[in-house]
Nanobody
Framework: QVQLVESGGGLAQAGGSLRLSCAAS????????MSWYQQPPGKQREMVAT???????SYLDSVKDRFTISIDAMKNMVYLEMNNLKPEDTAVYYC??????????????WGQGTQVTVSS
């Protein structure tokens, strides 16, 4: 199996910054893409940023000019640099990865989530 562990969440003031990290481990042969999802309280989970193993990234429009996703394929790590945070960014942030495992089968895994709270 493939495990994902997020870190870096916490409390920030509006206009501040946080950097989230996600480490993937386990029976990984190749990661195709890693993504960050956000789930605000009382709302559905939504993809906020995604990046392929070769570095092609895309973003939710509301964070496009504020957040930056990056990947370290050699370490199976993905990061989300969150700048100019807004109270509406408050959510649980989940890491997702998909690719090919050591048995040459596709996988898709989720982390447990990390809380981000932005105060006004």
């Amino acid at each position: 199996q493939v495990q994902l562990v997020e870190s870096g969440g916490g409390l920030a003031q509006a206009g501040g910054s946080l950097r989230l990290s996600c480490a993937a481990s386990g029976n990984i042969a190749r990661i195709a893409a890693m993504s960050w999802y956000q789930q605000p309280p009382g709302k559905q989970r939504e993809m906020v940023a995604t990046i392929t193993s070769d570095g092609s990234a895309s973003y939710l429009d509301s964070v496009k000019d504020r957040f930056t996703i990056s990947i370290d394929a050699m370490k199976n790590m993905v990061y989300l640099e969150m700048n100019n945070l807004k109270p509406e960014d408050t959510a649980v942030y989940y890491c997702n990865a998909y690719g090919i495992n050591s048995l040459s089968r596709p996988f898709r895994s989720w982390g447990q989530g990390t809380q981000v709270t932005v105060s006004s």
